[in-house]
């Protein structure tokens, strides 16, 4: 239970961009002492179970099923990927916009270059 509550705690806290430390501060409790709560190696999670519920909004439920850290960890690369994604489509167009423009300027140039000779 103690490595899965752990699992848990490090991919809800990854998600939120949170350190271990904004997370400990939180609680009101050391950095050292939250590290060893997400290498399974302490207990201390249960004394504080409500508030780390209330930190990464999660339901008690959550905090304690087995795959949860999976899932949201792939959920959370997944958005990451789809943004990614979706940005490289909209610079891609960018891109494809200033290649006709330049397309459009040498034709201009070339006419241009036609009526000196």
């Known amino acids: 239970m ?27 409790i050391s950095q050292s002492a939250y590290a060893r709560m997400e290498r399974g190696e302490s207990t201390s999670w249960a004394i504080h179970f409500n508030k780390i519920c209330q930190i990464f909004e999660r339901s008690p439920e959550e905090l304690v099923k087995e795959k949860l850290g999976l899932d949201k960890f792939e959920n959370l690369i997944s958005i990451e990927r789809q ?31 036609k009526g000196k000779n």
Not at 2 to 28: C, F, H, I, P, W
Request: cysteine-free.
């Open 2 to 28: 103690n490595k899965t509550v752990g699992n848990n705690l490090k991919t809800l806290r990854k998600s939120k961009n949170m350190s271990q430390e904004e997370v400990a501060d939180q609680l009101n």
């Open 83 to 113: 943004t990614e994604l979706a940005m490289i489509n909209v610079y891609r167009k960018i891109i494809r916009q200033y290649e006709l423009q330049i397309e459009d300027l040498k034709g201009i140039i070339n006419y241009l270059n």
